[in-house]
């Protein structure tokens, strides 16, 4: 199994599934992956039902789910595997950018957001950063959902129950900093900045880093300063 975002994974393969109506893009990432080291071949679903059976028999760290899965709906089986799955990553790999397709993603349980217009190993890229603590999400996807913040005057004000340090490592996490690059800037190891962060994360009542980084958004906060 591979350790949570931020804790090296000591070579181990990431164990990853693809949930996608397109029979040739599928084919294709899970031929391409097989061929990277650091991950086993994805075992690739067309069929969101067949996807939540195979997740009943099989263990998987990471789980990338098209959003348009013809009469389904992507955002509702994110929330089906969160629900089931919880200790499974679930990050969103669409054609598809729509503001209203970004925010019922992340409110449904999505963790990361990447899109079928980066290259598959950029895909594969963002992945091992995520898993060294950054955030799987595409560059524009996270310029949207800055600005959608930026536009809000919604102050939340469980941000200020976090402590000068916790702040600041949520301010390095919003800004796209991994953990261990988090841990060189603050002089830590990157095993105290994860378990900063976890207190954080209960503080904050929120369960990933993407939506403690939301949530630092949505407070129009600016960066707190060492």
Known sequence: ?????????????????????????????????????????????????????????????????????GRSSGCELIRDIKMRHPKTHT???????EDALIGSALSNGAEGYLLKTQSMREILKALEGYFAGGLAMETNVMKKIIRRFQDSKTQDQSIDTLTKKERIILGL?????SYKEIA??????????????KRMYRKLGVKSKTEAVVLYLKANREPTTL
Do not use: W
């Open 1 to 69: 199994m591979v350790p949570p975002p931020g804790v090296a994974p000591n070579k181990m393969e990431i164990r990853l599934a693809i949930i996608d109506d397109d029979a040739d893009f599928l084919a294709a990432f899970c031929d391409y992956t097989e061929q990277i080291l650091g991950f086993s071949r994805p075992t690739g679903y067309s069929d969101p039902k067949a996807a939540l059976r195979g997740m009943e028999r099989h263990s998987y760290d990471v789980v990338l789910v098209d959003l348009l899965l």
């Open 91 to 97: 990050i969103v790999l669409s054609g598809h950018s």
């Open 173 to 177: 996490l919003a800004s796209g900093k």
């Open 184 to 197: 060189d800037e603050m002089q830590r190891s990157p095993q105290t900045v994860y378990s900063h962060s």
